[in-house]
């Protein structure tokens, strides 16, 4: 009988964690009585929006920038990204030594650009309707010398992501079930196999914005599935087709995948504002979006929700919450 070597383990997160550690925050894990009466639930909310960069991305992007040759680093890096992977590079670029080339969708979110730039990157735009990232990236690679680190197909980048879920399991205890973000998949493929691997019988849960159920979809055919790029206000879940490598982690270890909609996400990015008083941008705010309005069935009694992050600017929250965006 054969077998196939998981492309990420438990052991690759907890080595990560030891590479981040004193590097990227560890980041709080938030209750909230109210949110535990409103779901019938204990609720341990792991708050990624208080990271580095103001998303989980930090963790893969370091984990895997912090592995490059002395000789890799000197020539640089390059990315594509809507936003937050983009800004993680960035800085872990910076931090590093390196300089980052990063690939953005001219209709990414100005403040996104804005802290990408901020951290020294230089950002080349393209239409994310017409253009491909992936070999406008490659080919400034092959131009220029850089190495490409990808938003989320790498054991490194998934494993980097794993460590949010490392430190919520420690933190929380055991829990009945996880729920985190899907977009490109690698934050649910490293909080899975942290999650499976301490716990075999939780229940992993994925959130996807009702626009962009490529991974829903994929998973139910069995296979990975393309769909138009998504419009969506959740820009950093808005992505045609789940990853190959992470899909072959998802597939194995992802219970289901909950949709919610853009004004399910506006609603609990304003009761995030208003009653755990935290700002979350609309892909970080699809889990509790599918807690709130019962996505997910009912629920086991102690839950752990990834926060994934909180980079949305004052106008434009300001649009989504306050006038219907």
């Known amino acids: 009988m054969t077998t196939t070597?998981?492309?990420?383990?438990?052991?690759?997160?907890?080595?990560?964690?030891?590479?981040?550690?004193?590097v990227a925050h560890r980041t709080p894990v938030?209750?909230?009585?109210?949110?535990?009466?409103?779901?019938g639930a204990e609720v341990f909310l792991k708050c990624e929006n208080f990271q580095r960069v103001g998303a989980f991305k930090f963790r893969g992007a370091y984990n895997a920038a912090s592995r490059l040759t002395p000789e890799q680093l000197a020539r640089?890096?390059?990315?594509?990204?809507?936003?937050?992977?983009?800004?993680?590079?960035?800085?872990a670029a910076r931090e590093l030594g390196t300089t980052a080339v990063i690939v953005m969708p001219e209709d990414a979110p100005p403040s996104k650009r804005a802290a990408t730039y901020g951290y020294g990157a230089e950002i080349v735009t393209y239409d994310r309707y017409t253009g491909d990232?992936?070999?406008?990236?490659?080919?400034?690679?092959?131009?220029?010398?850089?190495?490409?680190?990808?938003p989320y197909e790498h054991p490194h980048i998934i494993a980097g992501q794993g460590?949010?879920?490392?430190?919520?399991?420690?933190?929380?205890?055991?829990?009945?079930?996880?729920?985190?973000p899907v977009g490109g998949g690698g934050l649910i493929a490293g909080t899975s196999t942290v999650a499976k691997g301490l716990h075999p019988g939780i229940r992993v849960i994925g959130v996807e914005p009702e626009a962009g159920d490529d991974t829903k979809r994929s998973l139910e055919a069995g296979r990975r599935v393309s769909i138009p790029v998504p419009h969506t206000i959740a820009d950093g879940q808005a992505l045609p087709t789940p990853g190959e490598l992470t899909f072959s982690v998802n597939r194995r270890l992802v219970d289901e995948i909950a949709l919610v909609s853009d004004d399910e996400i506006r609603d609990a990015m304003r009761f995030a504002f208003e009653r755990l008083k935290i700002v979350v941008e609309p892909s970080?705010?699809?889990?509790?979006?599918?807690?709130?309005?019962?996505?997910?069935?009912?629920?086991?009694r102690r839950v752990g929700v990834i926060i994934s992050g909180g980079n949305v600017d004052a106008d434009r929250f300001a649009e989504l919450c306050g006038n219907g965006g």
């Open 76 to 91: 640089g890096v390059a990315a594509y990204s809507s936003g937050n992977h983009a800004q993680a590079v960035a800085l």
């Open 30 to 39: 938030l209750r909230s009585r109210t949110l535990d009466a409103l779901v």
């Open 133 to 150: 990232r992936v070999a406008i990236a490659e080919a400034l690679a092959a131009e220029r010398g850089l190495t490409v680190i990808p």
């Open 163 to 180: 460590t949010a879920a490392l430190e919520l399991l420690e933190e929380a205890g055991e829990l009945d079930a996880v729920l985190a």
């Open 5 to 22: 070597t998981p492309p990420v383990t438990l052991d690759d997160v907890r080595d990560a964690a030891a590479r981040l550690k004193g």
């Open 284 to 300: 970080g705010a699809t889990p509790l979006a599918a807690l709130l309005t019962g996505r997910t069935g009912t629920l086991p």
